[in-house]
């Protein structure tokens, strides 16, 4: 309906809409063309969670992403209270509450998509220059050179790989995955790349503790850069320790 976009996101089953809301809607619904010109903001701004690619649905690969409204699900507590979040699940084949396309303004530049399944982002409705406008949605964190969390697996390389030792210096590289991963192939989310360094300077020699070819894997951190190219920071490597037992009388 004209002005609908105007109405800032709730939970569905809200007992009440406030009187400035209500006289938003009004007063779009009498301007003439029903609501916002092209090419503006539209007003409409809501906090959102990245999600899943829907099944059937082609997954982006640029700067665009899922985006699903989130809401407050604390059931006890009082404002003091750390927020517990959760996407709204029961309205998903509402246009109004269900998924949308939004794009990261910092990451537009570079076509890149740094961003994790499950990270929170505020996001933002502008309407285009089309007769009538489209409504988009865009939000803006991040970009080239912003870290982000990822999840390693030791995968090479194929000519000895090595931990490091006394006069050896560390050479591992690294299966580099979406945080949600549970293997180094990326089942249960996305494989950015394979057999990287970390661009975090190692020690000349010695031991390092390092992420194992199998498991659940360790988390590091990764970024993308102005071209949209992959690095990846730190793998989680630590110095490596050994403990001396001592004997008692």
């Not at 951190?221 to 009388?249: R, S």
Request: contains cysteine; glycine residues 12%; negative net charge.
């Amino acid at each position: 309906m004209a002005g609908a976009s105007h109405i800032p996101r709730f939970r569905p089953g809200a007992m009440s809409l406030k009187a400035d809301h209500l006289n938003a809607i009004l007063d779009a619904i009498k301007t003439p063309g029903g609501g916002d010109g092209p090419g503006s903001v539209t007003g409409d701004s809501w906090w959102g969670i990245i999600v899943a690619t829907p099944d059937g649905w082609e997954e982006y690969t640029d700067a665009r992403y899922w985006v699903q409204p989130m809401h407050c699900t604390n059931d006890e507590g009082d404002e003091d209270s750390q927020p517990e979040i959760d996407v709204i699940t029961e309205t998903e084949d509402d246009p109004i509450y269900g998924v949308v396309t939004a794009s990261n303004l910092a990451e537009v530049a570079a076509s890149t998509h740094g961003l994790p399944v499950g990270f929170p982002v505020l996001v933002r409705a502008l309407n285009d220059e089309q007769q009538p406008p489209i409504t988009r949605y865009v939000f803006c964190i991040g970009g080239a050179g912003a870290l982000f969390a990822v999840r390693v697996w030791r995968d090479g390389p194929a000519e000895g790989p090595t931990e490091g030792d006394h006069v050896t210096k560390c050479n591992l590289t690294y299966a580099v995955c979406t945080l949600p991963s549970t293997a180094p192939d990326g089942t249960g989310g996305k494989v950015l790349g394979l057999l990287m360094s970390p661009m975090k300077q190692r020690p000349a020699t010695g031991l390092q503790a390092c992420p194992p070819v199998g498991g659940a894997g360790w988390v590091g951190l990764a970024c993308y850069d102005e071209t949209g190219a992959l690095t990846l920071y730190d793998a989680g490597e630590m110095w490596g320790t050994h403990y001396c037992e001592t004997e008692t009388a």
